[in-house]
C-alpha cells in the first residue's frame, strides 16, 4: 500500500514538472513538439498557446454551400470547396489562418489579425480566378512539366503558396511567374460539344467586343504557343493555339472523357468552387480590443484563482493546502493540454476554465467535508481520509456527469455554427471537469496519504486546528 | 438540530418575491414587443457595428449618414465616453460595408476605426435559434433523465427528479426574468452566450440537488425510525457547509471576471454570477423542501406543527 503510493505520488511529480516545463512561454526544442503534439501536420506543430480571434483580433466568417435547385451538396464537394477556399485564403497573406468544415453545409474560415477584412470576404465567396496564361511554344517547351492539375504563379496572382494550403498538388515551377493574357471577366459561356467520332470537347464564346479582339490579337500571334486555362492558380487544361480565332468562338480539344468535359466547361463558367458559397454569419474583432481583453481576463482570472487557493488554506488547512497544490497542477495540466490538443483559447474559454477550477475544488470541499464528520465522530485519522474520498465519489461522478452532458450538448451546438465562443467555453469546461476528477481524486488522496502515513504525522490527529475541524 | 425543511412557506414565499418582478418584466416585454428580452444578432440576423471616432460624436448625426444611404432602420448608440458607437441595422454584405464606411469617413474624418463588426444572416438566425430552443430542452431532458436514473433505487426516484426540475425550472425564470430586467432596462440582448450560461446554470443547479439528494440516499437506510422530514433535514445540514463552501468559491472566480475581465463578457459572467446564487438557493430551499413535501402530503409544513 505504502511502495504503491509512493509510486504514484513520483508519478504525480514527474507529470507535474512536465506539464509545468510543456506551459512555460520558452522556446521548446523541435523533437518535443513534433512528438507532443498532436493533430496538426508536422510543420504546424508547436507548443504555443493558440488564441482565438476575441483575443488577437481578426475577422470570422462562416460560409454556407448554397446549391442550385436540384443540385445535392456531398461531401466530397464540400470538401474540394475547403480545399479551394483555404489555398484563396492562403493567397492573402495572413498568419496562422483556420479554414474548417463545420457541420454538414458549412466552411468556417478564420483570418487573425487581417488588415482588409472586407476585400478578403470578397475574395473568399468569389467563385474563383480564371485566367488564360502564356506557357510559352509548344515544341520544344521551356515547361514541359505543364499539364492538368499543377499549381502556377501567374502574373495576376503571383503570391507564393503555402505548402499546407498546396496539400497535393505539385508546383513544378515556383520561381517562375506565367504572364496572365486575359482574365475570366472576359468569358462569356462555356459548354461542351462531341465531334464526329464522338470525343468531347469545350466549346467556349468570349465578350464582345474586348474579349474577342484580346484573344483574336493573341492567337494571331502565338500559333503553336502553349495557352494554359487556369483556375484559383491551378491548371485546368494547356492547350496548343492550333489556329488564329478571331470571331470570339473557340474550342479546346483534349483526351477528355464526357464527364472531365463537362466539368472544366462547369468550371470555367462558374468558377472551382463545386457548389457556390454564402456568407451567413461575419465577425470582425479589432485588434485593440482583443489586447485589452486578453490583459483583462488574465489579471482577472489569477485573481479568482489566487482567492480560491487562499479559501482553501483558510478554511480547510493542512488538507485544504494539499488541495490548493492539486489545484496547482491541475493548472497545469490543463494549460499543457490547451497546448497539446491544441485548444484554441476564447475570453469564453477563460472563463470556462476558471469555472471548472470551482468545481475541481468542490470535489475537495465534498471530501474535506465529509473527512471532518468523520473524524467528529471519532474516527482515526486514515480511516476518515479513506471513507471521505470513497464516500464523496457518488456525489463527485454523479454531478460531474450532469455538467458534461451539457458541455456536450453546447459543442453540439458551437460546432454547428461556428460559434466559437459557444464552442471554447464547453470544451475547456469539459476538459477541466475530466482533468479535475483526477485531481481531486488521484493527486490530493496520494498528498494525504503520504502526509498522514508518514512518522510526522504522530498525533496529527489532536491537532484540531491543522486538520480544520 | 436546527429545523431548516419546516420552514419552507418562507422560502417558496422568497423564491415568488424574487421570480415575480422578472417574470412580470417577461410578460410585459413580451407584450410590448412580442418576446421575453431583446434577442441578439445571433438569434435575429442583422448588424452589428462599433466603432470608435475621435472626438466623441452625436448618434444622431452618425445615424444620418445610415438613413442618407437608404438604411432607414438604423440605430445607433454611443458607449463610454461618446467617441465610440454600436450601430445596429440590418445583415449587410462587404460591398454595402465598405460603401458605408466611406460614408462616415467623408462626414466624420478618417480617424475612424472598427473595434468590432458582426453580420448575421436572418436565416441562420432562425436555425441558431431552432438549435437553442433545442439544446435547451435536450439539456433539460437529458439531465432529468440521468437524475431519475442516477436515483432508480431511492422509494420514488420520480419525486426526486421532478423536485430537481423544479428546483431547474427555479433557476432558469431567475436568470430569464433578472435578464429581462435588465433588457428593458440596460437593453441587454441576449446572444449565442446568453445561451450558454444558461445551460451552465442548468447543470450546476442540477449539481447541487445531486449532492443533497444524494446524502439523503445515504442517510435514509441508517436513520429508517426516523420520519422523512427529519432525515431531510439532516442531510441537508451535513451538506449544507460543502455547499456554501463551492458557491463561495464560484463567486470569488464571477466576482473577480465581473470586476476585473473585459467588457465583452460581462452579461455572462453576469447571468452565471446570479444563476449560480439562485442554484444553490434553490437546490438547499426548493428541491429537498418540495420532495419532503411530497413524501409527506404537506406542502407548506403546517401539519407537522399542529401535531407538535
Known amino acids: 500500500m505504502r511502495s504503491r503510493n509512493s509510486i504514484v505520488l513520483a508519478f504525480i511529480v514527474v507529470l507535474a514538472l512536465v506539464t509545468l516545463w510543456i506551459d512555460l512561454p520558452i522556446e521548446h526544442p523541435r523533437w518535443a513538439e513534433q512528438a507532443l503534439v498532436w493533430q496538426q501536420p508536422p510543420e504546424y506543430r508547436d507548443l504555443k498557446i493558440k488564441q482565438g480571434l476575441d483575443l488577437l483580433g481578426g475577422t470570422q466568417i462562416l460560409l454556407e454551400a448554397k446549391p442550385a435547385p436540384g443540385q445535392a451538396v456531398t461531401a466530397r464537394d464540400l470538401e474540394a470547396a475547403r480545399v479551394i477556399v483555404e489555398r484563396r485564403v492562403n493567397g492573402l497573406g495572413v498568419t496562422e489562418p483556420l479554414v474548417q468544415l463545420q457541420g454538414e453545409n458549412r466552411i468556417i474560415v478564420e483570418l487573425p489579425g487581417i488588415n482588409n477584412p472586407d476585400q478578403a470576404v470578397q475574395t473568399l465567396k468569389s467563385t474563383g480566378q480564371l485566367e488564360f496564361v502564356e506557357i510559352g511554344p509548344s515544341s520544344g517547351s521551356e515547361y514541359p512539366n505543364i499539364k492538368q492539375g499543377v499549381y502556377v504563379r501567374t502574373t495576376n496572382f503571383a503570391h507564393v503558396p503555402d505548402p499546407a494550403a498546396l496539400g497535393k498538388l505539385e508546383h513544378p515551377y515556383p520561381e517562375v511567374v506565367f504572364k496572365t493574357i486575359m482574365t475570366g471577366a472576359q468569358l462569356q459561356d462555356a459548354g461542351i460539344g462531341l465531334d464526329q467520332y464522338g470525343v468531347p470537347f469545350i466549346d467556349f464564346t468570349l465578350k464582345q467586343p474586348d474579349g474577342a479582339k484580346i484573344f483574336g490579337d493573341y492567337t494571331a500571334q502565338h500559333i503553336d504557343g502553349i495557352l494554359a486555362i487556369v483556375l484559383d492558380n491551378v491548371v485546368l487544361s494547356a492547350p496548343v493555339i492550333r489556329s488564329a480565332i478571331p470571331d470570339g468562338r473557340g474550342v479546346i480539344e483534349g483526351r477528355f472523357t464526357r464527364d472531365e468535359a463537362e466539368s472544366l466547361a462547369v468550371q470555367m463558367r462558374y468558377g472551382a468552387l463545386p457548389v457556390p458559397l454564402e456568407v451567413v454569419n461575419r465577425r470582425t474583432i479589432g485588434a485593440t480590443l482583443g489586447a485589452d481583453s486578453v490583459r483583462r481576463s488574465v489579471t482577472a482570472g489569477l485573481i479568482g484563482l489566487v482567492t480560491v487557493l487562499l479559501f482553501m488554506v483558510v478554511y480547510y488547512r493542512l488538507p485544504g493546502a494539499m488541495a490548493a497544490i492539486a489545484l496547482l497542477i491541475y493548472a497545469s495540466l490543463n494549460l499543457a493540454l490547451y497546448k497539446l490538443i491544441p485548444v484554441t483559447l476564447t475570453l469564453p474559454g477563460i472563463t470556462g476554465f476558471l469555472l471548472s477550477t470551482g468545481m475541481a475544488v468542490d470535489a475537495n470541499i465534498l471530501i474535506f467535508e465529509r473527512m471532518k464528520e468523520e473524524l467528529r465522530w471519532g474516527r482515526s485519522l486514515r480511516l476518515a481520509v479513506e471513507t471521505g474520498f470513497s464516500r464523496a465519489w457518488t456525489s463527485i461522478f454523479d454531478s460531474n456527469l450532469s455538467t458534461l452532458i451539457t458541455c456536450l450538448i453546447l459543442i453540439l451546438f458551437g460546432r454547428t455554427f461556428g460559434a466559437q465562443p459557444v464552442l471554447g467555453f464547453a470544451v475547456n469546461l469539459a476538459i477541466g471537469v475530466m482533468i479535475s476528477m483526477f485531481t481531486a481524486m488521484t493527486v490530493t488522496r496520494t498528498f494525504m496519504r503520504t502526509v498522514f502515513d508518514s512518522a510526522a504525522s504522530e498525533g496529527l490527529r489532536e491537532k484540531h486546528w491543522l486538520l480544520g475541524i | 438540530m436546527f429545523r431548516l425543511v419546516e420552514q419552507r412557506k418562507w422560502y417558496f414565499l422568497l423564491s415568488t418575491v424574487i421570480i415575480l418582478p422578472g417574470l412580470l418584466a417577461m410578460i410585459y416585454s413580451t407584450i410590448a414587443t412580442g418576446l421575453p428580452f431583446r434577442l441578439a444578432i445571433d438569434f435575429t440576423g442583422g448588424s452589428i457595428w462599433e466603432l470608435s471616432f475621435e472626438q466623441p460624436i452625436q448618434p444622431a448625426q452618425l445615424r444620418d449618414v445610415f438613413t442618407d444611404a437608404g438604411y432607414s432602420d438604423t440605430a445607433v448608440t454611443t458607449v463610454g465616453d461618446g467617441a465610440t458607437a454600436q450601430v445596429r441595422l440590418k445583415a449587410i454584405d462587404e460591398a454595402q460595408k465598405v460603401a458605408l464606411m466611406e460614408a462616415i469617413e467623408t462626414r466624420f474624418g478618417s480617424g475612424v476605426i472598427e473595434k468590432q463588426f458582426a453580420a448575421v444572416g436572418p436565416a441562420i438566425g432562425q436555425e441558431v435559434t431552432q438549435a437553442a430552443v433545442l439544446a435547451v430542452v435536450a439539456a433539460a431532458l437529458a439531465i432529468t433523465f440521468f437524475l431519475v436514473l442516477a436515483f432508480r433505487k431511492v422509494a420514488h426516484p420520480f419525486r426526486y427528479g421532478v423536485s430537481a426540475v423544479i428546483a431547474m425550472v427555479h433557476d432558469i425564470l431567475v436568470t430569464t426574468g433578472i435578464f429581462s430586467i435588465c433588457s428593458l432596462l440596460f437593453g441587454w440582448e441576449a446572444d449565442a452566450l446568453f445561451l450558454t450560461a444558461l445551460l451552465t446554470v442548468i447543470s450546476f443547479s442540477v449539481q447541487d440537488t445531486i449532492?443533497?439528494?444524494?446524502?439523503?440516499?445515504?442517510?435514509?437506510?441508517?436513520?429508517?425510525?426516523?420520519?422523512?422530514?427529519?432525515?431531510?433535514?439532516?442531510?441537508?445540514?451535513?451538506?449544507?457547509?460543502?455547499?456554501?463552501?463551492?458557491?463561495?468559491?464560484?463567486?470569488?472566480?464571477?466576482?473577480?471576471?465581473?470586476?476585473?475581465?473585459?467588457?465583452?463578457?460581462?452579461?455572462?459572467?453576469?447571468?452565471?454570477?446570479?444563476?449560480?446564487?439562485?442554484?444553490?438557493?434553490?437546490?438547499?430551499?426548493?428541491?429537498?423542501?418540495?420532495?419532503?413535501?411530497?413524501?409527506?402530503?404537506?406542502?407548506?409544513?403546517?401539519?407537522?406543527?399542529?401535531?407538535?
Request: glycine share 6%.
Open chain 2, 211 to 308: 449532492v443533497v439528494f444524494d446524502r439523503i440516499r445515504e442517510n435514509a437506510p441508517k436513520y429508517r425510525g426516523e420520519p422523512f422530514s427529519l432525515v431531510a433535514n439532516r442531510s441537508l445540514l451535513e451538506t449544507l457547509h460543502r455547499s456554501l463552501a463551492t458557491q463561495l468559491n464560484a463567486l470569488f472566480v464571477m466576482a473577480s471576471l465581473l470586476l476585473f475581465g473585459g467588457a465583452t463578457i460581462k452579461q455572462f459572467i453576469a447571468v452565471m454570477f446570479y444563476g449560480l446564487i439562485s442554484g444553490t438557493y434553490s437546490s438547499i430551499f426548493n428541491a429537498v423542501p418540495i420532495l419532503v413535501a411530497w413524501e409527506e402530503r404537506d406542502l407548506f409544513g403546517t401539519k407537522k406543527r399542529q401535531m407538535a
